[in-house]
């Protein structure tokens, strides 16, 4: 309720028209026939008034992996009873509307659960105009794919890329360098660039299939440095294995930098669940194997990940002279990357998560108990950028607060209930209420304010009842980060 609900809330209260159920079982129930998350939670609590679909082939799953029911046939009265269920995403199977329909017959199940749920189906398809028109309009047709939108895919990647290292300012890297070698499986692939779900469920085979549409890591370095500048030399693959007759390491010889990009093959869903969360050792190597051979030479090493979750580093991040996190910056991404190498961008973005030094620690969040430890090898929200700036005066217009409040639903306007102390959960070190994104020129000072309502502080108790505590809180400002700044006030 405190770290997963609140993006599908925001996500309800923008007025998203459908919503799908997920593959998941909580505390051994199978989502896809619990009244308490789609219905309870879903409709009444998170207020959500549109579409609900499944995931491929979930209801049967209720007979088939969960073994919740002893027949198709009791999954479908099941999941229409006790959930809020409008859609079976499996197009081609009859069982669910065949048992529907005995189910109503038999007096299982009431006709106006149907008839509730195809009237959503329905004022869904009249809101889109499938009425009306139910093809695409043919003159849209241009803008798939038309600058705009590469435009659009180019700045979204600036804006995202985070700079984790940049020891001795190494980055940007100078438009003088004479030579500059590119290696790494992520470096001339267009589809690594997609992740998974892009052109196909497990992403592209190969990029032809993106036709020309696309700029890889190296493209996008030729284009910033100049293609007599940047050498490309195949390493290892994806999984770390050496690409016959490569001379990468010889290749380095005299460069004045080495961009080594390391990532994962596209994936999505099961296929892409892993054992180990480090990177293939094979990768890691390359790091350990080119730092070894440019050790005592002005040669720098710069890292880029290409990745759409953390994978641990072992040792290498200690090795290498810069660390740019690129996630998956689309097929378009690999000039952005390249921006931010050369500084015609300048690093802006921050890590929307935490990232492990080991698997120990995969699954500490930043908003973390009190008590737990917490030394990722990146915490959230960092970000480095190539020029320094100061947050200085955190100050509050008041130093208190009434627990007055309206509950987190928008279902009414209430007084959520007040302790005197936070005894029944123990309160996170750090949880964020807030960010905002500013642009200084240089020299620039800006005054950026935040408004701190008392709903921000509630919680849920052991009873997902919402609570508001009586006393101090810490506010602080660029959390995790040598530059913090904290400041307390009171609530009564």
């Given at each position: 309720m405190e770290y997963f609900v609140p993006p599908f809330q925001a996500a309800a209260d923008s007025g998203v028209a459908t919503a799908m159920e997920t593959y998941i079982d909580v505390n051994g129930q199978p989502v896809v026939g619990s009244h308490f998350y789609l219905t309870e939670l879903l409709r009444h609590r998170i207020g959500f008034g549109g579409m609900l679909v499944t995931d491929w082939g979930e209801l049967d799953r209720l007979y088939t992996e969960h073994?919740?029911?002893p027949t198709l046939k009791d999954a479908a009265l099941?999941?229409?009873?006790?959930?809020?269920?409008?859609?079976?995403?499996v197009s081609e199977s009859e069982s669910f509307s065949n048992n529907a329909m005995l189910l109503v017959q038999e007096g299982k199940l009431q006709r106006e659960r149907l008839v509730e749920s195809v009237a959503k189906v329905l004022q869904l398809k009249k809101d889109l105009g499938l009425f009306e028109q139910p093809m695409s309009d043919p003159k849209l047709l241009p803008y798939v794919g038309s600058q705009q939108d590469i435009d659009a895919a180019k700045s979204a990647a600036r804006e995202s890329i985070t700079l984790l290292k940049n020891d001795n300012g190494v980055l940007p890297l100078k438009k003088t360098h004479n030579k500059i070698v590119v290696t790494g499986p992520a470096a001339d692939s267009i589809r690594v660039l997609s992740g998974g779900w892009s052109i196909k469920w497990q992403g592209a085979d190969t990029d032809e299939w993106y036709q020309g549409r696309g700029e890889t890591i190296v493209q996008g370095l030729e284009k910033e440095f100049g293609s007599d500048t940047v050498l490309y030399v195949p390493s290892v693959d994806f999984d770390g294995n050496s690409v016959q007759s490569s001379n990468y390491l010889d290749a380095i010889q005299d460069a004045d930098a080495v961009v080594l990009c390391l990532g994962e093959k596209p994936y999505a869903e099961i296929v892409g669940n892993?054992?180990?969360?480090?990177?293939?050792?094979?990768?890691?190597?390359?790091?350990?194997?080119?730092t070894t051979r440019?050790?005592?030479?002005?040669?720098?090493?710069?890292?880029?990940?290409?990745?759409?979750?953390?994978?641990?580093?072992?040792?290498?991040?200690?090795?290498?002279d810069a660390i740019v996190m690129a996630y998956l910056p689309g097929p378009w991404g690999g000039h952005p990357v390249a921006e931010v190498?050369?500084?015609?961008?300048?690093?802006?973005?921050?890590?929307?998560?935490t990232y492990p030094?080991?698997?120990?620690?995969?699954?500490?969040?930043?908003?973390?108990?009190g008590v737990d430890p917490y030394k990722p090898l990146f915490p959230f929200s960092a970000g480095l950028s190539y020029v320094t700036f100061e947050y200085k005066d955190l100050e509050l217009?008041?130093?208190?607060?009434h627990t007055k409040t309206y509950d987190a639903y928008n279902t009414n306007t209430a007084d959520d209930e007040a302790e005197d102390y936070r005894s029944d959960v123990m309160p996170e070190a750090f949880m964020l209420k807030g960010f905002e994104k500013i642009e200084l020129g240089p020299g620039q000072s800006k005054e950026v304010q935040f408004k701190i309502e008392s709903v921000a502080l509630a919680y849920h108790d052991r009873n997902l009842k919402r609570k508001i505590e009586k006393g101090k809180f810490t506010l602080t400002v660029n959390a995790m980060r040598p530059e913090t700044q904290s400041i307390k006030f009171e609530v009564v």
């Open positions: 073994r919740s029911v099941l999941s229409l009873r006790e959930t809020s269920v409008d859609m079976i995403m892993i054992d180990d969360i480090d990177l293939p050792l094979g990768q890691l190597n390359v790091v350990r194997h080119v440019v050790h005592g030479t002005n040669t720098k090493v710069i890292l880029v990940l290409v990745e759409g979750r953390p994978r641990a580093l072992q040792n290498v991040a200690s090795l290498v190498l050369s500084g015609a961008v300048n690093p802006s973005g921050r890590l929307p998560l030094t080991g698997p120990s620690d995969m699954t500490t969040n930043y908003y973390r108990a217009n008041h130093d208190s607060m």
